[in-house]
């Protein structure tokens, strides 16, 4: 199975911006699509960001055009930049990978704190 390695989160304020990275155990091009979720309190886990290995990438509504995910293969590192952050972004953010074989992962998650 994939393991996941996430880093980045942190406490910002309104307007400030973060960077997520997840890095995984394989090769980058052994994975279909790695994406980003949120699960805030009290709330369902959300799709985030997703890319694709053939570079097509996706966003919620609530993220476009704040958000950015894009990827390093040398590093087999997947990325998520976060500007204008607001203080409904507050979450935890977990990575997902997809493999084109194997079991789907998860990272551990990573806080993200955005005060007003």
């Known amino acids: 199975q994939v393991q996941l390695a996430e880093s980045g989160g942190g406490l910002v304020q309104a307007g400030g911006s973060l960077r997520l990275s997840c890095t995984a155990s394989?090769?980058?091009?052994?994975?279909?699509?790695m994406g980003w979720y949120r699960q805030a309190p009290g709330k369902q886990r959300e799709l985030v960001a997703a890319?694709?290995?053939?570079?097509?990438?996706s966003y919620a509504d609530s993220v476009r055009g704040r958000f950015t995910v894009s990827r390093d293969n040398a590093k087999n590192t997947v990325y998520l930049q976060m500007n204008s952050l607001k203080p409904e972004d507050t979450a935890v953010y977990y990575c997902?990978?997809?493999?084109?074989?194997?079991?789907?992962?998860w990272g551990q998650g990573t806080q993200v704190t955005v005060s007003s």
């Open positions: 997902k990978a997809n493999p084109y074989r194997g079991l789907t992962s």
């Open positions: 394989i090769s980058i091009f052994s994975i279909d699509v």
């Open positions: 890319r694709h290995n053939g570079g097509a990438t």
